[in-house]
């Protein structure tokens, strides 16, 4: 009877065994290399700028109240729901339940505030600031509902809401976020290894866990196109969202090895003119500098064709997109004779470049329209903190070429004479108000359209095109995001088959 | 000797006085504000005045100086503005990869040099001397960025004998040490094939001397000859060249860390200028000048124990 047993318990055991090492291959870690070109210096995106920290960890580690999806539609996140009274003044937010920080501190109306008046105090260094303005005040109702008071209408603040600036950080973890970043997300930061890599790993607490299929994640920072371009050969990195080098995209398109993809983004290129001052306060000069500038030629020559022109400063993706391409369609002649007429003709003017690949390329192609049109353009390639001082900050520039990657930033022309621009137009300024204030979709893209037309006219800027984000991924990893609307990239949707 | 010395050590505290002012003059002189940098496009007045006085930008210039030599003096180099973290901190985390580097770039520089260089003495006027004289010749005009490049798709890209780049760590010595043979050769063979060339002439200078002449003639081998007589006594061009040369692969590491992307001091040096990371750059500059001026001071002492007649001069 004794023997029985034990050899019962032995079959029993070695029956578990086969289930282990049967079940074995479904527990192997799915992991993949994300290669990444900036590397950030801080991990807080409520504390500093650079797009990395978004692209690595907004909605990935942190989460906000709200999300968007790929075309920018905003959707629920921390607030699974929420009313807006009808004013348009009053915003009630309903809570996730049950969530808690990747410290095993629990989540609640009161983290929202805290992150809020954080974010608005008055010594915070909060990098879209901006976008707390219209907050009049945040109270938590309950631990589950929060009510946010504006002081005016504002159409873009749950799409604002959604970004890194505005996570939700805990009181407990918000200090050390800068190298230990805490949130709620599907992904918990494992390390940190600076000028190398930065490791996520699945939070198997998270509240739709089951859905999300990446066990570990790995961001490799690699700042030279031509080693990005190697790495993803050699198979060393697994998707470069964002990859550098748009030149370098027909031999990966050409390899079953990689997928390749070209979407869109929120950033506008554009020719910048210093409207402040001559001869860019002439509207005839920034007419001919439009009539001068062949868009088809730059794209090919700086973007090898993968982009979209733009005939204004709104992107092509968008619901109130009008194509103003043909508003001044390039002519030579016209831009010389206009040149003439303004008596700018055979003078020269600086062209003061960011150390940007589309930046750089689309300058070289530009001087030589602008020369064929009788302009003597002089190129100077200036390294970003002198950009940001000299042209952004002391607007001591004739002509720039920049992207203006944010979303919903036609705002920027109405900013007035003091923002680089120079571009002082009260009418403007007051449609943008409209327009930001206006809470009926319809409405507002009628007037976006009147805002494009009016930007076009005024010929403020030389529109290049819309900055295509290339995407190159190994071809049996499916979820990454085509086209971005915001600077983040989730990866609770990415599979590895 | 000890004056020697004396006269060295200030010398060292000298230049390294010197670096610190031009850092500081340089760094401030440069528009850029790294508030701004930080915050971005989209920042108002009010965040970046706030990030100012928090980084203690606001205080006159001076005081910023004396300030930051009063800390360094006492082992304090300050918080990077960019990373939030004492730079001390910062640089320790990347110090093993650079010096990794720069060592093994020094082996391989020297070892091929000097085979190089003998050998090309060794056949003076035959075509092994052309051929490496031509080998060299190549290593000089080849920038380090290309060859990087070449590199990197023949042994990675194609051959997959190598990783295209990442540092593993010495943890795992056998993949550390293979994450850096790339890198090592890109970055040494323009200073090895210089050295070769030196070592190549000053060889075939010793090699008229009469000294070399009576060895042949008590009939040693043209190999003891070479590495026990000839090499011993044209070592002192060789040395200042080879201390020169450090310098070199030391900074030389900015390109070359940039382009197998490995985490050391030369991408910790470049971001900080682009951040206007002031307390980072300064520190790391200091830190360039201090290992040139060591190096130099190194090469000093091995003048007197390659060439005993200068002992009695020192």
């Known amino acids: ?497 | 000797m000890g004056y020697f010395l004396f006269r060295r050590t200030l010398g060292f505290v000298l230049t390294l006085f010197a670096v610190s002012v031009v850092v500081f003059a340089v760094m401030n002189v440069l528009p850029g504000d790294p508030a701004l940098t930080i915050l971005g496009l989209d920042a108002t007045e009010d965040a970046l005045a706030a990030l100012r006085e928090q980084l203690g930008l606001n205080d006159p210039l001076l005081t910023r100086y004396v300030h930051w030599v009063w800390n360094a003096l006492h082992g304090d180099f300050g918080i990077s503005h960019s990373f939030g973290i004492p730079v001390a901190g910062l640089i320790g985390e990347r110090l093993p990869m650079t010096i990794s580097l720069a060592v093994s770039g020094m082996i391989f520089t020297v070892i091929l040099a000097l085979v190089m260089g003998i050998g090309a003495a060794a056949n003076h006027r035959k075509p092994g001397d052309w051929g490496m004289m031509f080998i060299s010749q190549l290593g000089i005009a080849i920038p380090a960025f290309w060859l990087s490049m070449l590199l990197v798709l023949l042994f990675a890209v194609k051959l997959r004998w190598l990783p295209p780049g990442g540092f593993a760590g010495w943890d795992d010595p056998v993949a550390a040490m293979r994450s850096l043979i790339l890198p090592t050769v890109a970055l040494a063979l323009v200073q090895s094939s210089v050295l070769a060339r030196v070592t190549r002439s000053s060889a075939l200078e010793v090699m008229r001397q009469d000294f070399v002449r009576t060895a042949r003639a008590t009939g040693f081998s043209r190999r003891r000859i070479l590495w026990r007589h000839v090499l011993p006594n044209a070592l002192v061009p060789i040395v200042t060249i080879v201390g020169m040369q450090f310098a070199a692969l030391v900074t030389g590491t900015i390109v070359i860390e940039n382009v197998f992307y490995l985490p050391g001091l030369g991408r910790l040096i470049f971001q900080s200028i682009s951040n206007r990371d002031l307390p980072t750059v300064q520190a790391l500059v200091m830190l360039f000048a201090a290992i040139v001026v060591t190096a130099n001071f190194i090469v000093d002492l091995l003048y007197v124990v390659i060439d005993p007649r200068l002992k009695a001069r020192a």
């Open chain 1, 1 to 497: 009877m004794s023997y029985l047993s034990l050899s019962a318990a032995r079959v029993a055991a070695s029956l578990a065994m086969g289930a282990l090492l049967g079940a074995a291959p479904a527990l192997a870690e799915t992991s993949i290399i994300i290669g990444l070109q900036q590397e950030p210096t801080s991990l807080d995106p409520t504390a500093d700028a650079t797009a990395s920290i978004d692209g690595m960890l907004e909605t990935n580690v942190y989460e906000s109240l709200t999300t968007v999806d790929e075309s920018g539609e905003v959707l629920p996140a921390l607030a699974k729901s929420w009313e807006i009274s009808e004013d348009g003044l009053t915003y009630t937010f309903k809570l996730e339940e049950g969530v808690t920080y990747h410290d095993g501190t629990t989540f609640d109306s009161a983290d929202v505030v805290y992150a809020f008046t954080r974010a608005m105090a008055e010594g915070s260094t909060n990098p879209s600031k901006g976008i707390f303005k219209p907050i009049a005040s945040v109270t938590a109702v309950d631990p589950s509902t929060v009510e946010i008071k504006l002081t005016e209408k504002d159409a873009f603040f749950l799409f604002n809401l959604a970004q890194g600036d505005a996570a939700i950080v805990a009181e407990e973890s918000a200090d050390a976020n800068n190298t230990t970043p805490i949130g709620t997300g599907p992904f918990k930061f494992d390390s940190w290894t600076r000028g190398d890599k930065l490791v996520l790993v699945k939070n198997p607490d998270w509240r739709d866990a089951a859905d999300v299929s990446l066990d570990k994640v790995t961001f490799r920072f690699i700042a030279d196109a031509a080693a990005a371009s190697a790495a993803m050969m050699a198979e060393e990195v697994d998707a470069f969202p964002g990859f550098p080098a748009p030149e370098l995209m027909p031999q990966f398109e050409a390899d079953p090895r990689f997928k390749t993809e070209i979407g869109s983004t929120e950033g506008e290129v554009i020719l910048a003119m210093n409207n402040s001052k001559p001869p860019f306060n002439d509207l005839k000069v920034r007419q001919a500098v439009s009539y001068a500038i062949n868009r088809d030629e730059i794209i090919d020559g700086a973007m090898y064709g993968m982009a979209v022109p733009i005939g204004s400063f709104y992107p092509p993706h968008g619901p109130a997109y009008e194509d103003l391409t043909g508003t001044y369609p390039h002519d030579t002649a016209k831009a010389k004779e206009l040149f003439t007429e303004a008596g700018v003709e055979g003078t020269t003017m600086t062209l003061r470049v960011p150390p940007f690949p589309y930046a750089m390329r689309s300058a070289e192609i530009i001087q030589a329209e602008l020369s064929a049109a009788g302009i003597d353009a002089k190129v100077e390639n200036v390294e970003w903190g002198f950009w940001l001082e000299e042209v952004y900050k002391k607007k001591n520039y004739d002509m720039t070429i920049i992207a203006h990657t944010s979303p919903n930033d036609m705002g920027n022309f109405a900013k007035g004479p003091d923002y680089f621009y120079g571009y002082d137009n009260p009418e403007f300024t007051a449609l943008w108000d409209s327009i930001r204030t206006e809470s009926d979709p319809e409405k507002r893209n009628a007037l976006l359209k009147q805002g494009q037309e009016e930007l076009a006219q005024q010929a403020v800027h030389g529109f290049l095109f819309q900055l295509p984000r290339l995407s190159v991924i190994k071809a049996n990893i499916d979820g990454f995001w085509t086209s971005s609307p915001v600077l983040y990239q989730p990866l609770a949707g990415v599979t590895v088959n």
